[in-house]
């Protein structure tokens, strides 16, 4: 997913593409799990809120919860009586203590992000380990001394006020850098003198869903921002008329010159980025998550320039990856959903799109241009393959990975000739690399120090058939030698466009110590086969994305991965709402469920904050044909009484702005309400974190061993 506004998890190849026979002996069933006594869940009121749409009656007792917890005393008592609950809950799963010491050994190690190079200088992010957020560094040269510039450690007693975005000045003398406090989307900018390390006066506020790009002459930046929201909806009220400014370095935000905005259009959203020559401020809109953008060029440089419409329609994705003079290049879907590359010279009095790199086989995920090269990322069954093109589209070189995993990075000027990448795979960390564009060669600039052995893990592709017959992939990571079926953990998220690769956990890796698997499905509505297999799990075909997730976990007992009563499932946002939509349609299937920070109420997702965005996928709630298709999986409304509900932890948090905690608290309450007996239905609601960016590493840590305690419970996992 391209935009940063969608409901998506903060969550980022070639393995065999056959699937092994299937198992003959039956799966064995997964250990009992003891009964447990009857949770005592805090009584939550009921309201007698029916509204009638379209002809049907839709109760909605809990809408009282959507009310924002730091306003309302009712709602904050509520949070209270259920994390007391949950809490207390959690204090008695076997083996929660044993995975934390785990999860915390595992995740101190050294990991450093991939640098930027800014006249002569590389920035860069690097964690000792333990330290809640990373601090921002900067060498003068490749590889001198490194120097502290920003540690976000001191930004607050509890770490949870992190750094968000950072850009150097072209000249490599300033920093912009983003503030983010308690998770929120919201930003606050701020500039650093890099040579002085003294942060200067300029501030911005307001700034969301924001580009950040400095003008070439280092003087002044560009940024979007909302207006100032109304006193106490800061964090509910729905975002619109993003517009794009320019600040000038020493000056007030109040003096800020407004340079595109579409006060006829107040639903776009508008960033900007300066072209590589630095004439021109490259304007993409977007009314929604879609990559359907228009582009607009305006000559900044002119007080009275008229912006110029470049890519009209809002038809098609249109991404620019940079310029050599008047040729601009797009990465676009227009006649290629698996996407191409494509060059338009904007100053012909009719530009023409010409196509540099065809569409291939394989789908387009990243362009960039560096070092007078193309260098195209592509995903081979959800995996990396990165080649390098020269400008007229000539394929020239393929860059060589170390293997099976997913590799990000590339960017650069136009005429440097290195670049860096990362590559992580489910068995490997982070490993950052630097590119000789003209060598064709890739030296390993970081490497991590391990706990562990990466060779103790396996890590195949399989792929299964979904209920109309659809061929999925999926990827099973488990201990070598690990042949009989295990308590299995299963994620996907299945939406946005957003595609699903090879990463690593540290957390997730104490869960395959204790012999369990995991599991990732690459399900429809994501990005991986291109706009085909977007198109196939969005608005009328969604059923398509719970269908396929409900096709891997039978797939996993079928071929005896999974035992029956063994397999968990987890996801979040947009993957939360999966999880609750599965868990309705097929209770039975599975023993655990962790749905978090989900889109859980279909008929209401539109009226908060960047919910509005959301139609693109979802639908609108207000279209009778939408409506009826939204209420048919929304998971609040299809809770009944009397199913055979698996154990369920909801996990959300009170400063979550992208999609707020009331989707998790009214279905936590409702599931309660309908399904007191049995297995518990538990909501873990966090305190001072957002949707998932910059949570401290504590807080990642202590929810990881909650989730994993939770799960291998019920699935029948021993923790040693």
Known sequence: MTLPIAACSTTPPQGSLTTPPPVEAPAEAAAPVPAAPALAYPQTRRDNVVETQFGVAVADPYRWLENDVRKDPQVAQWVAAQNQVTNGFLATLPGRDTLKQRMTQLYNYERVGVPVKKGRSYFYQRNTGLQNQSPLFVRDSLNGPERLLIDPNSFSKDGATALAEWVPSEDGRYLLYAIQ??????????????????????????????GLSWSKDSKGFFYSRFPEST???????LNKNQAVYYHRLGTAQSADRLMFARPDRPELSNTASVSDDGSTLVVTSASGTDERYEVTLVDWQKPNAKPRVLIPGFTHDYSYIGNRGSTYYFQTNDGAPRLKVVAIDVNASRPNKRTIVDQQAETLSGSSLVGGKLILSYLKDASTEVRVHSLTGAREKVI???????????????????????????????????YDVKANASTAWFEPKLLFNPDDFAVEQRFFASKDGTRVPMFIVRKKGLTGPAPTLLYAYGGFNASMTPSFSATRLAWLEQGGTYVLANIRGGGEYGKAWHDAGRLANKQNVFDDFIGAGEALIATGVTPKGGLAVQGGSNGGLLIGAVVNQRPDLFAAAIPQVGVMDML????????????DDYGYPN?????RTLLAYSPYHNIKAGLPYPAVMVTTADTDDRVVPGHSFKYAAQLQSAAPEGPPKLIRIETRAGHGSGKPTDKIIEEASDIVAFVAKYTGLEIK
Do not use: C, H, M
């Not at 006193?231 to 009220?237: E, H, I, L, V, Y």
């Not at 170390?402 to 992580?424: H, K, M, Q, R, V």
């Not at 209401?604 to 139609?615: E, H, N």
């Open 181 to 210: 406090d308690g998770g929120s989307d919201w930003r606050t900018l701020k500039v650093l003198d890099v040579r002085t390390g003294q942060v200067v006066g300029d501030e911005v506020k307001w700034v969301k869903f924001s």
């Open 231 to 237: 006193a106490g909806q800061d964090f509910q009220s």
């Open 400 to 434: 060589e990975l170390p293997g099976l995993g997913t590799a990000g990075g590339f960017s650069g000027d136009i005429d440097d000739p290195e670049t860096f990448f990362a590559f992580t795979s489910f068995n490997r960390p982070t490993t950052v690399y630097r």
């Open 604 to 615: 209401r997702f539109d009226r908060f904050t960047a919910g509005r965005y959301w139609v």
């Open 623 to 627: 279209k009778e044909a939408d409506f």
